[in-house]
């Protein structure tokens, strides 16, 4: 029996039947073969970043932490294959070696960058894709036991659609072709203002910067802007706040932050038109109800529009809203009490952060939801890569 298993934040934890390690695919190949011979489940781990249960199981838990090469590094056309076990840090700074970049990170660089991938995590700019779509290939272990190698190119973008957000549930992915950008520098400046400041002004903020995001603080009613631009671009000077902080250098550096406090969190993706009005009612209701009780930030992000078949961006420029709780501490009752109002926006519930929607209240959400279940289906028709979670609170099965 394995240890129990614990998730970053420690709100999740559970006891796999068996935590696997693979060193190399090779060894990893010959594991699967005798897992799946003997018809046990499997899920796949990263780096624990997520809260929701997608890797809950008394199977078989496999970590691709040693899987972090980095091959076929291509300058000339800003792609190269990523072992799926690197973090977005470590892979952030192996590409540099190959002076490649990618387009963009969260608001941490912790997650493993095919975890990232795979459940639609994103940063922020209004005309910045998720991280899933940088997926153009990859390797791996499908249901039969069998390494394959797909391509968009050469699978089609119908299936690729499918297959950048699929939650782990079509194989084991040893390596991802990533689409990247050639190396770039970034300038991060981080201006304190008064929550109405921001919002009268946020067109402008989003409109004229390639990065912008920001976060609320309940107790003062102040926000911290974060505007991230390449040298010499985007907005300079903001008379209505006051420049706190200032960091340049390469992106993979400058996107994300390191924080030592961990916190649970919900967040949702809504149209990018519904974003000013969602945010004022959630900040009425915390203001009301939960200031004396919540510390932490609520954090207001964009995303642009994809066709990927369960993105939370797919098919509307996105706006996020973000709600956290210190870790240890209590956080249903809050996020239960704004829940409503995500919903109420037409909100989809980021697959892996805390949300309470099940089966039919997220089929809903999503247009090509059928069209996902079909490719998944035929990927692993014996449902080897579900979970409880995954095949009856998710997918309804």
Same mark, same amino acid.
Request: charged fraction near 30%.
């Given at each position: 029996?394995?240890?129990?298993?614990?998730?970053?934040?420690?709100?999740?934890?559970?006891?796999?039947?068996?935590?696997?390690?693979?060193?190399?695919?090779?060894?990893?190949?010959?594991?699967?073969? +005798?897992?799946?011979?003997?018809?046990?489940?499997?899920?796949?781990?990263?780096?624990?970043?997520?809260? &929701?249960?997608?890797?809950?199981?008394?199977?078989?838990?496999?970590?691709?932490?040693?899987?972090?090469?980095?091959?076929?590094?291509?300058?000339?056309?800003?792609?190269?294959?990523?072992?799926?076990?690197?973090?977005?840090?470590?892979?952030?700074?192996?590409?540099?070696?190959?002076?490649?970049?990618?387009?963009?990170?969260?608001?941490?660089?912790?997650?493993?960058?095919?975890?990232?991938?795979?459940?639609?995590?994103?940063?922020?700019?209004?005309?910045?894709?998720?991280? &899933?779509?940088?997926?153009?290939?990859?390797?791996?272990?499908?249901?039969?036991?069998?390494?394959?190698?797909?391509?968009?190119?050469?699978?089609?973008?119908?299936?690729?659609?499918?297959?950048?957000?699929?939650?782990?549930?079509?194989?084991?992915?040893?390596?991802?072709?990533?689409?990247?950008?050639?190396?770039?520098?970034?300038?991060?400046?981080?201006?304190?203002?008064?929550?109405?400041?921001?919002?009268?002004?946020?067109?402008?903020?989003?409109?004229?910067?390639?990065?912008?995001?920001?976060?609320?603080?309940?107790?003062?009613?102040?926000?911290?802007?974060?505007?991230?631009?390449?040298?010499?671009?985007?907005?300079?000077?903001?008379?209505?706040?006051?420049?706190?902080?200032?960091?340049?250098?390469?992106?993979?550096?400058?996107?994300?932050?390191?924080?030592?406090?961990?916190?649970?969190?919900?967040?949702?993706?809504?149209?990018?038109?519904?974003?000013?009005?969602?945010?004022?009612?959630?900040?009425?209701?915390? +203001?009301?109800?939960?200031?004396?009780?919540?510390?932490?930030?609520?954090?207001?992000?964009?995303?642009?529009?994809?066709?990927?078949?369960?993105?939370?961006?797919?098919?509307?420029?996105?706006?996020?809203?973000?709600?956290?709780?210190?870790?240890?501490?209590?956080?249903?009752?809050?996020?239960?009490?704004?829940?409503?109002?995500?919903?109420?926006?037409?909100?989809?519930?980021?697959?892996?952060?805390?949300?309470?929607?099940?089966?039919?209240?997220?089929?809903?959400?999503?247009?090509?939801?059928?069209?996902?279940?079909?490719?998944?289906?035929?990927?692993?028709?014996?449902?080897?890569?579900?979970?409880?979670?995954?095949?009856?609170?998710?997918?309804?099965?």
């Amino acid at each position: 029996m394995a240890e129990t298993w614990s998730n970053w934040s420690g709100s999740l934890k559970f006891t796999p039947g068996e935590l696997i390690e693979p060193e190399s695919e090779e060894m990893l190949l010959e594991i699967a073969g +005798k897992i799946l011979e003997n018809d046990h489940k499997i899920r796949v781990v990263g780096a624990g970043h997520s809260s &929701s249960p997608l890797v809950v199981t008394d199977g078989i838990l496999i970590s691709l932490k040693y899987l972090k090469s980095v091959d076929s590094a291509d300058r000339e056309n800003s792609t190269a294959w990523l072992g799926t076990g690197l973090t977005v840090k470590e892979g952030g700074i192996k590409l540099l070696d190959h002076n490649l970049s990618f387009h963009n990170t969260g608001d941490v660089d912790i997650q493993c960058v095919s975890g990232a991938i795979s459940t639609g995590t994103h940063g922020t700019g209004s005309r910045l894709g998720n991280l &899933s779509s940088m997926l153009i290939g990859c390797r791996m272990i499908c249901s039969d036991g069998q390494v394959k190698e797909f391509t968009e190119e050469k699978d089609g973008k119908e299936f690729f659609d499918a297959m950048r957000v699929s939650l782990g549930t079509f194989g084991i992915m040893t390596k991802m072709k990533l689409k990247l950008l050639p190396a770039f520098k970034l300038e991060r400046k981080e201006w304190c203002t008064h929550t109405d400041h921001c919002l009268a002004n946020i067109d402008q903020l989003i409109d004229e910067n390639r990065n912008f995001d920001f976060y609320w603080y309940p107790r003062s009613d102040l926000v911290k802007l974060r505007i991230l631009n390449e040298p010499g671009r985007g907005m300079q000077k903001l008379d209505y706040a006051d420049c706190v902080e200032e960091k340049s250098g390469w992106a993979i550096d400058v996107l994300p932050k390191e924080r030592d406090l961990k916190f649970d969190e919900m967040e949702y993706s809504l149209p990018f038109e519904a974003g000013p009005e969602c945010f004022r009612e959630i900040r009425r209701i915390i +203001k009301d109800k939960f200031r004396k009780t919540v510390a932490w930030r609520v954090l207001y992000r964009t995303i642009a529009a994809d066709d990927f078949h369960i993105s939370p961006c797919h098919g509307r420029n996105t706006v996020t809203i973000s709600l956290h709780q210190n870790a240890g501490f209590p956080f249903m009752e809050f996020f239960r009490a704004v829940e409503p109002v995500f919903r109420h926006f037409e909100g989809r519930p980021h697959w892996g952060k805390k949300h309470t929607l099940q089966g039919k209240e997220i089929s809903s959400l999503y247009p090509r939801w059928n069209d996902f279940l079909e490719i998944r289906n035929k990927m692993d028709p014996s449902g080897v890569f579900l979970n409880e979670y995954l095949k009856k609170q998710i997918f309804d099965l």
